[in-house]
């Protein structure tokens, strides 16, 4: 049975080897991951980055990251999402994402906000985005790198 929970100290390593077994983030982007998995664990009251995870049975199978938009009236940015690839297609990222837009719903939040790459590595995941419901369009060409376009996602919660 799948059950989700707010990520501990005990789930680093698993959500670190998530992030890097995954094969579209780079060094740098999972290394930003576990900067703000520090941020979660050792500074809980700043609340910017707040990350669950989705277990079988104990066993970390993903986890989700996100945090209230600075300087707005309840919008959440979706940081990552990630699900070990021996788990995808079983609903995991579903779950999480469901989870996620339950949570937020019930903290009052009404916008939840993603940003993901236009490249062909990420067609995956925005048709994954586009089956939960998220608008999507093209915010900016060549702006991760040359042919590399910021794709914006977001849902209203209430």
Known sequence: ??????AEERDRQTILQISAGVGVFTEEEVATVDELLESHLYEPEQGDYIFFVACEEDMVL???????????????????????????????????????????????????????????????????????GYDGHLAARDYYKQGDDLIVYSKHLR
């Open 1 to 6: 049975m799948l059950t989700i929970r707010r």
């Open 62 to 132: 993903g986890f989700v990251c996100f945090g209230p938009t600075s300087l707005t009236d309840q919008t959440y940015d979706l940081y990552w999402i990630a699900v070990g690839k021996a788990c995808h297609k079983r609903g995991v990222g579903r779950a999480l994402l469901e989870w996620t837009e339950c949570y937020l719903r019930e903290s009052g939040a009404r916008l939840l906000v993603l940003e993901t790459s236009g490249t062909p590595e990420y067609e995956p995941t925005r048709r994954f985005y586009d089956r939960m």
